[in-house]
């Protein structure tokens, strides 16, 4: 099948001009925000056939993959248990279903403190469970269904949730009794799935623009139309977008406003909100905050020029003013993240690229608060990791967290921050035999072009892997908006180390691995520090016999897309096979478009290319923009239909560009999901089907695919 033809985009001239620069895109008709234009769905369904017919000769080993990813999941499961008032609430799976089931059950006894020896009773004689929500009924009409939040009022007798039925981001907020699922009011259209509780009969939620920037919060009265809700505050500013998060102890509720350099906080009490939104944190050029609440105090994290890896402060309720400085700037470490307790206080911060967890004893309410010292530490096994908040108790002394690595699936723990033990409450089940002792996981560093350090995650299978450089290696990036992307686990993963791949990851400059100067070195007219680091990872797993050119391959999504489109710009020579996801790839020409979403926000991000200096440097690594005749290796293109984040018309114009230009025989292949937005299909099987067939390609091109068996 591999002699069928890839389809031919037409090429309509067209012309864009600025500082007397002129740019031909001959594919600029692929864009059409309508979605429903008959020759662009006419050419990606051409694009799908294409590549249903490449891919078709390898459909056993896609089907195996799936098969190997899914018989290592435990369809029928529940998540670890949270404790919220009186009752315990999870997620369930169902054998076979695509999506969960969102229910409770009382605590029996109920009353006491929660403990790290909590144990939710299952046994015929505990209270019933009970559904408040199936998602899959919900779904069955929808080839896209997502619930971006599900939030229980303070009472426990009303659930809002945000529903998204076509992948674009945009939400419907429904309220529910608990007990009968029955609705309560009409529903709230058009909106952000940002939703909090003001007490237990009014919302507050966001909507957005025309451009899909959250820019109004609302309060809403339960049982009331939306169209007499009033709105607090409308961010006017196209450089700012809107969010809003409650406080641990409920009491507030604070809405933020942000540009990628600044951020402010407005709040809101709870018992009284008749005051409406006061100012907490005024806007101030380049200060970004964010705030919680414990007793008569705020505490504020700050990030500033001088305290780029942010700093911590307490002030009273009554005087915003009159700081505290809890935990004062350090060059070497960066706090990512509060979380409050009655008595404790715990700071997820992140030192030479790993994350870490401390905990601090608060004085008590009334007293006065100084400066933290002596805060203690939660050990982690693995060399390189993941850790991540979830929800706790803010009247307990219990910390829950979950961590995994390369080689730990999910684990969910609970941690004693008076006696520092830490129970284990929950971990992923894999099955199909699955050992982690089997797998070696590790940190190396790679020397960047400028001496720059650049680190490495990497994990294989230790009885496959040779390291002599005869090893296929899979090598993922991203790089962009200070996002870490911590080694963590992927049960479909193993079908790739199973068959004997390195797979790793590399921690490059425009991420927040490192710190916030990290991120600022890879951003604006510094980008290319990314596209350089990634190379030099590269490079560098090569010199260390990790793998060949001949042998390696690489793979990124979104902002890891453009990342993608770059390198193989920059050096097609170096890799064997390219998958880039939703790939962000058109940088100029959307970025010069402040009527697509994203756009005037992200300017901050990658620069105004209104401004010559920007103009040129944008246009320099663009992907779009610098496809060329030469050879690159084989490419896997996807997109989605519906994604409002990456336009499915900047994948198409790449793919069709290449098809234009390159000089080699190498595949490309593009996948457009017609039913889909940013993150692809909703469904939990439906999925791993897409790690399968992207799993698929890699070893196509690798020559990895075993005959089909006879019959």
């Known amino acids: 099948?591999?002699?069928?033809?890839?389809?031919?985009?037409k090429k309509v001239k067209h012309e864009m001009e600025m500082f007397g620069d002129v740019r031909i895109d001959n594919y600029y008709w692929l864009r059409d925000d309508s979605r429903s234009n008959s020759d662009i769905i006419s050419y990606l369904q051409q694009e799908n056939a294409y590549t249903d017919a490449i891919i078709s000769g390898t459909k056993h080993l896609e089907d195996e993959i799936y098969a190997e990813i899914r018989g290592r999941i435990k369809e029928d499961d529940i998540s670890a248990p949270v404790r919220k008032g009186p009752y315990y609430y999870y997620k369930r799976t169902l054998e076979g279903k695509e999506y969960v089931q969102h229910c409770r059950r009382l605590v029996?006894?109920?009353?006491?403190?929660?403990?790290?020896?909590?144990?939710?009773?299952?046994?015929?004689?505990?209270?019933?469970?009970?559904?408040?929500?199936?998602?899959?009924?919900?779904?069955?009409?929808?080839?896209?269904?997502k619930i971006g939040a599900f939030k229980v009022s303070p009472n426990h007798r009303l659930v809002a949730y945000a529903e998204d039925t076509k992948g674009d981001e945009i939400y419907t907020i429904y309220v529910i009794d608990a007990e009968t699922r029955s609705p309560v009011g009409e529903?709230?259209?058009?909106?952000?799935?940002?939703?909090?509780?003001v007490g237990d009969d009014a919302l507050l939620y966001i909507t957005m623009d025309e451009i899909l920037r959250p820019y109004k919060v609302w309060f809403h009265k339960l049982r009331t139309n939306q169209s007499t809700d009033s709105c607090l505050y409308h961010e006017k500013d196209d450089m700012f977008s809107l969010d809003l998060e409650a406080s641990e102890s409920k009491k507030y509720l604070f809405v933020g406003s942000e540009s990628k350099t600044t951020r402010s906080i407005f709040y809101v009490d709870t018992s009284k909100p008749e005051n409406g939104l006061m100012v907490l944190t005024p806007r101030l050029e380049g200060i970004d905050t964010s705030v919680s609440h414990r007793g008569n105090h705020?505490?504020?994290?700050r990030r500033s020029d001088e305290a780029y890896n942010s700093e911590l402060l307490a002030c009273p309720l009554n005087d915003v003013n009159a700081t505290t400085m809890l935990l004062p700037h350090r060059?070497?470490?960066?706090?990512?993240?509060?979380?409050?307790?009655?008595?404790?206080?715990?700071?997820y911060e992140r030192e030479k690229g790993l994350p870490r967890v401390t905990c601090y004893s608060l004085p008590a309410v009334g007293e006065p608060l100084q400066s933290l010292q002596g805060g203690q530490t939660v050990d982690f096994v693995d060399p390189v990791y993941s850790v991540e908040p979830e929800e706790s108790q803010f009247s307990s002394s219990i910390l829950r967290f979950s961590f995994s690595s390369l080689r730990t699936p999910p684990s969910t723990y609970d941690y004693d921050m008076n006696t520092g033990v830490s129970v284990l409450k929950k971990i992923e089940t894999i099955l199909g035999g699955f050992d982690s002792s089997k797998y070696v996981t590790k940190r190396e560093w790679a020397i960047a072009q400028d001496g720059t350090h650049v680190p490495i995650s990497i994990a294989y299978r230790k009885d496959l892997v040779k390291l002599d450089g005869s090893d296929p290696l899979l090598l993922y990036g991203y790089g962009s908006y200070e996002m870490c992307v911590d080694p963590s686990?992927?049960?479909?993963?193993?079908?790739?180390?199973?068959?004997?791949?390195?797979?790793?990851?590399?921690?490059?400059?425009?991420?927040?691995?490192?710190?916030r100067k990290w991120y600022e070195n890879g951003k604006y007219l510094h980008k290319k520090n990314t596209f350089t680091d990634f190379i030099d990872c590269a490079e560098y797993l090569i010199e260390k016999k990790y793998c060949t050119k001949e042998k390696l391959c690489i793979n990124g999504r979104s902002a890891g897309?453009?990342?993608?489109?770059?390198?193989?710009?920059?050096?097609?020579?170096?890799?064997?096979a390219a998958v880039a996801g939703v790939p962000f790839v058109d940088v100029l020409t959307t970025m010069l478009?402040?009527?697509?979403?994203?756009?005037?926000?992200?300017?901050?991000?990658?620069?105004?290319?209104?401004?010559?200096?920007?103009?040129?440097?944008?246009?320099?690594?663009?992907?779009?923009?610098?496809?060329?005749a030469q050879n690159y290796p084989a490419i896997l293109v996807t997109a989605g239909l519906h994604d409002s984040r990456v336009l499915y018309s900047e994948p198409a114009k790449f793919v069709a560009k290449l098809r234009e230009m390159k000089t080699d025989s190498n595949l490309l292949l593009f996948k457009c999901e017609m039913g889909a937005g940013h993150f692809s299909k909703s469904g939990r099987f439906e999925r791993l089907q897409e790690d399968a067939f992207t799993y698929t390609f890699i070893l196509k091109i690798l020559n990895m695919v075993p005959a089909p068996p006879r019959g």
């Open 1 to 9: 099948m591999d002699t069928v033809q890839p389809p031919v985009a």
């Open 108 to 145: 029996q006894n109920g009353g006491s403190v929660p403990s790290v020896h909590d144990i939710m009773p299952t046994g015929s004689e505990s209270p019933p469970e009970h559904v408040i929500l199936d998602e899959n009924v919900k779904a069955k009409d929808h080839a896209f269904y």
């Open 489 to 515: 686990f992927k049960a479909s993963r193993l079908s790739l180390l199973d068959r004997g791949f390195t797979y790793a990851i590399a921690h490059i400059r425009g991420g927040g691995e490192m710190g």
């Open 187 to 197: 529903p709230l259209v058009g909106v952000t799935d940002n939703i909090e509780w």
């Open 561 to 576: 897309g453009l990342l993608m489109g770059a390198v193989v710009n920059m050096r097609p020579d170096l890799f064997k």
């Open 331 to 347: 060059e070497s470490v960066k706090i990512q993240d509060i979380r409050l307790f009655s008595d404790h206080l715990v700071v």
């Open 298 to 301: 705020f505490f504020i994290k």
């Open 593 to 628: 478009d402040p009527t697509i979403p994203l756009t005037t926000a992200e300017w901050e991000e990658w620069g105004d290319p209104r401004k010559e200096e920007f103009y040129y440097y944008m246009k320099s690594y663009s992907p779009v923009d610098n496809v060329k």
